[in-house]
């Protein structure tokens, strides 16, 4: 009955929707049709109710299709064959924004929250799991903890196996295997890279359920209770996967000064979209972090391995043969984000080659087993990795009228105006509106700009020959001993902000002079207007390019816990910890006996019981005394210390961010293009106070 009203509804609104979209206004008119829409819209902002929701974004895709309906009607037309060029290109650009803007409105209108489906209480009706952790070059320290953490999983050890497996076929890790009672598995080639290493797994291990955790992953003590009950339920769940937190800062957290105010770039996938996708029963596989059904697998012949993004692939298999996959965002364990701009940038890359390989290879439009909301979801997620060329477009079209006198826009500038600001307000409105915690105003842009020069090339290629490239694997856990700007990543930035630079001072002087030129000031405004607002996101995205120092092993996590502090004097303090990570923890002064008496351990108090580990004083004052771990501890211990570091059951649960605010969201991307300047000129000034550094060899006087 619903099903029926909702089509009779739509079949009586659709012929307005088609004359709002149609109806064409002269400016005037379109300025006061515009403000109505956006005042109205605002007025229903009050409201928080879902069905409200919906009406808005209804509403802002209308004012969106009628601007790109004027665009198509009134502005394609051209005085020459490279005016024509450049304008098609920058209006196909648009077609691209518009429908990426309906795909995400179609994942992100109705997001499914699931609960955790519990565990039965008779534990032997609980299905056999393989935890899986792949593994090529990365080091032992970084695994390590990964291993450690999987043995601290909530699950009756007889149905519980771990495997590490070593694609590198390391001695040491063999070793470590050994050491802390877990299988290991190596194989004679690396072909098809993970996916390859998961299915050769899969030939030696039996467990009706896989768990799959990227070596740099570590999961949570209930990771398992919490994902596994939904497959006693329902026999045709492939597929439950969970957010990929981290607890590193990416490169945009860590070389901004804004970047922990801001949404991390992952959670607006790793919410509002995989939250939609489950809606549609479309939740994608990301590669770890998971629990995938044996049986699935089995069916589709193993991990797929046509692909570089092995995962996406596989959760597309699952779905075309008809098994049910399940999102559940509970950030259930954590990893280390990409430490560097360009490792960052080379990760993107295989992302979009891959996404772009299904494309071409597998394309979900096409092909039997798919609905048709699950269709659009992939074709989201494949055709958001096109972004770069528009986006290149989007940045540098200013300059064609600015610097070359090519008018690529056929029409006045208040008319352009009058229907792109609805459509451009509406869209930012009630984007802020539906994914505000996830993602702030304006910031995608940055990302995408980030990478957009360096995906030109890899997604072309790939379109074209889908089956070229190789699998890489992602850098880890690294250092930086001292802070650089990164030129070579951000050098095409740097040559269009440049371009864009000259275009606007060209702009000003037309503007000024324009009776001269011949030129219309309002065009002119508007495409200095345009070439401003560009140069000011390129130049926040080269901010980013300004790496910062890196000199901890080891990521501290605020946590409160008790501790007692154990002097060599033999006198014991009661205190808490400030923070904590695998490699020494910050502890409140209880009174001032630190400043004369050493400190020989620590006790963690737990729940469970306490864990003792001998440590060493590094720092400390009157509010704080900075202990460092002794690194030499033994495995059992630092088992224990993973539990309470990285694997307690709310480790990740952290309140939500604020609700974004548009203007304070571009407020920030105004202080990161300040901070870029202002900090270029501090390190130049620090650096010419500087004096000379003396050659040793020639202080004593040698040669």
């Known amino acids: ?52 929701s919906v009406i808005m974004v209804v509403t802002s895709l209308l004012m969106s299709t009628r601007y790109m309906y004027f665009r198509l009607t009134q502005t394609l037309h051209f005085n020459s064959t490279i005016e024509a060029i450049l304008g098609m290109g920058l209006f196909l650009a648009e077609v691209y924004i518009w429908v990426m803007l309906l795909l995400n409105y179609l994942q992100t209108v109705w997001p499914l929250k699931r609960e955790i489906v519990p565990l039965p209480d008779d534990m032997s009706k609980w299905p056999t799991v393989d935890i899986y952790i792949p593994s090529y070059n990365e080091p032992l320290e970084v695994v390590r903890d990964t291993v450690l953490a999987a043995q601290c999983i909530d699950y009756p050890k007889d149905k519980l196996k771990i495997y590490l497996l070593d694609d590198g076929k390391r001695n040491e890790f063999a070793v470590f295997a050994a050491d802390v009672g877990v299988g290991y598995i190596t194989r004679n080639d690396n072909k098809h890279a993970k996916a390859g290493n998961l299915n050769h797994a ?9 768990c799959v955790f990227d070596c740099d992953h570590v999961a949570t003590r209930v990771f398992l209770q919490a994902t596994v009950g939904g497959f006693l ?52 596989f990301c590669g770890s972090c998971a629990v995938i059904r044996r049986a699935a697998l089995e069916q589709i012949g193993g991990f797929a391995v046509e692909t570089v993004t092995e995962d996406a692939h596989t959760a597309l298999k699952f779905q075309r043969l008809g098994w049910k996959s399940a999102f559940l965002d509970i950030p259930l364990a ?62 540098t079209a200013p300059l064609a009228y600015l ?103 060209v702009g000003i002087v037309r503007a000024i002079g324009h ?48 501790v007692l502090i154990h002097y060599t004097s033999g006198i014991v303090s009661r205190s808490h910890t400030a923070d904590l990570s695998m490699g020494g923890c910050r502890v409140s002064a209880p009174d001032k006996r630190h400043l004369q008496d050493e400190i020989e351990e620590i006790e963690l108090i737990l729940q469970s019981g306490a864990i003792s580990i001998p440590v060493r004083q590094v720092t400390a004052d009157d509010q704080f005394i900075r202990l460092q771990f002794d690194e030499n501890i033994q495995l059992s211990r630092r088992r224990e210390l993973v539990r309470v570091v990285l694997a ?41 106070r500087q004096p000379p550094a003396v050659n040793p060899a020639q202080e004593d006087g040698s040669l």
């Open 403 to 505: 610097l070359f006198n090519l008018n690529i826009i056929y029409s006045s500038a208040s008319l352009i105006v009058s229907y792109a600001l609805p459509h451009l307000f509406l869209a930012i409105y009630v984007g802020s509106r539906m994914n505000g915690r996830y993602r702030y105003s304006f910031w995608g842009e940055i990302y995408d700009i980030v990478l957009a020069f360096h995906l030109v090339l890899p997604t072309l290629v790939t379109m074209i020959f889908p089956k070229r490239g190789k699998f890489n694997v992602t850098d880890k856990g690294g250092l930086l001993d001292v802070g650089y700007f990164d030129f070579t990543v951000v050098r095409p930035h740097l040559v269009v902000a440049c371009l864009l630079g000259l275009g606007v001072v």
């Open 515 to 562: 009776d001269y030129f011949g030129s219309d000031p309002n065009v002119i405004a508007l495409n200095v207007g345009w070439g401003i607002y560009s140069l000011i996101f390129l130049l926040a995205a080269i901010a980013v390019a300004r790496e910062t120092r890196q000199v901890r092993k080891t990521i501290r996590i605020d946590v409160d816990i008790p």
């Open 202 to 210: 899969m030939t030696l291990t039996h467990g009706e359920l896989i």
């Open 233 to 284: 339920n329902d026999p045709m769940l492939a597929l439950v996967q969970t957010p990929h937190y981290f607890y590193s800062p990416d490169p945009f957290e860590r070389n901004l000064s804004v970047g922990r105010n801001i949404p991390n770039e992952g959670m607006l996938f790793y919410g509002p979209i995989q939250q939609g996708n489950d809606n549609w029963n479309a939740t994608f």
């Open 648 to 688: 307690r059951a709310d480790a990740w649960i952290n309140p939500p961010r604020p609700q974004d605010n548009p203007f304070r969201s571009f407020a920030t991307i105004l202080r990161c293009v300040f901070e870029l300047f202002w900090l270029t000129w501090k390190t130049r000034r620090s650096q010419r």
């Open 334 to 395: 954590a990893g280390l984000a990409t430490e560097r701009l360009v490792v960052h940038v080379i990760q993107r890359t295989r992302w979009a080659r891959g996404m772009t390989q299904i494309f071409r290879l597998d394309n979900p439009l096409l092909g039997r087993g798919l609905t048709f909301q699950q269709r659009l979801c992939y074709l989201s997620a494949m055709l958001y990795y096109q972004f770069a060329l528009p986006r290149v477009v989007f940045v």
């Open 1 to 52: 009955m619903k099903k029926t009203l909702f089509w009779l509804l739509v079949l009586v609104l659709s012929p307005i929707a088609v004359l709002v979209v149609i109806t064409p206004m002269d400016s005037q008119k379109q300025y006061i049709f515009g403000l109505l829409s956006i005042g109205i819209l605002f007025v229903m902002g009050f409201s928080k109710n879902r069905s409200v």
